[in-house]
Nanobody, 123 residues
Framework: QVELVESGGGSVEAGGSLTLSCAAAPDIYRTFCMAWFRQGPEKEREWVATTYPNNQRTNYADSVKGRFTVSPGNAANTIDLQMNNLKPDDTARYLC????????????????WGQGTQVTVPS
């Protein structure tokens, strides 16, 4: 069983928008916090955003606050990451993650990872 699958990456001009989606196995979606991370070229994996079960709360990294929004997707057991006003520094592979809420921002404590989807914003 594939636990997390991302989609929606691509290349977009600076200032543009893109929406990523993550489809989760139902048990994972129901039980754990869901998060987005990203990893740029020669950079460490960076936490981007978190949504809590039942959409009780969302948190964002300062670097994306006000530009990115995480929300339930249209399909069941999915979350979306709406990215607006994209910048070249946002270029990275974006990965969906799931895990215990208290540890979800720490990559080494994540329980489940998706394969990732590439986002490129040319400078």
């Amino acid at each position: 069983q594939v636990e997390l699958v991302e989609s929606g990456g691509g290349s977009v001009e600076a200032g543009g928008s893109l929406t990523l989606s993550c489809a989760a196995a139902p048990d994972i979606y129901r039980t754990f916090c869901m998060a987005w991370f990203r990893q740029g070229p020669e950079k460490e994996r960076e936490w981007v955003a978190t949504t809590y079960p039942n959409n009780q709360r969302t948190n964002y990294a300062d670097s994306v606050k006000g530009r990115f929004t995480v929300s339930p997707g249209n399909a069941a057991n999915t979350i979306d990451l709406q990215m607006n006003n994209l910048k070249p520094d946002d270029t990275a592979r974006y990965l969906c993650a799931a895990g215990d809420c208290v540890h979800i921002t720490t990559p080494t404590r994540v329980r489940y990872w998706g394969q990732g989807t590439q986002v490129t914003v040319p400078s």
